[in-house]
């Protein structure tokens, strides 16, 4: 549950900073900021995963970069689901998508993949 909640807190952020970098998103207040981190999370468990095996060859004729714009459909999905997370065009939600991906990124570098601060000690042998 912990791990649920930091990784909603970091797509939290990565929305906050993508609307805020963004013309084209916008959010009515931080009550729809969280409830969209929340749907997005949703809509990568369950709808992200079909459509990432049903867009492999493109994917893969990319070399992955197609999985922006899969990103990118994920959060139109969350915005047509929401009243209060406006997209303006496809560009804003292909530009939030790797505002996402880059702070989810950042993020992992301090946040272990179970959700929770890890440190690695390493011992030198004499």
């Known amino acids: 549950m912990t791990g649920f909640l930091i990784r909603m807190l970091i797509s939290v952020v990565g929305l906050w900073i993508a609307a805020e970098t963004s013309e084209g998103i916008y959010f009515e207040g931080s009550g729809a900021l969280l ?27 990319s070399f992955g970069l197609f999985l922006l ?8 999905i969350v ?5 209060g997370f406006e997209l303006r065009s496809f560009g804003s939600a292909v530009w939030g998508a790797l505002i996402l991906t ?10 272990g993949p179970h959700g929770r601060f ?5 011992k030198r042998g004499d």
Do not use: C, H, Q, Y
């Open 35 to 61: 409830l969209a981190a929340f749907l997005l999370g949703l809509v990568n468990a369950v709808i992200r995963p079909v459509a990432v095996l049903l867009t492999l060859p493109f994917t893969l004729l």
């Open 79 to 83: 915005a047509w689901l929401m009243p």
């Open 102 to 111: 880059l702070t989810g990124w950042a993020a992992s570098w301090w946040i």
């Open 69 to 76: 714009v899969v990103n990118g459909f994920m959060l139109e």
């Open 118 to 122: 890890e440190v690695m000690v390493v």
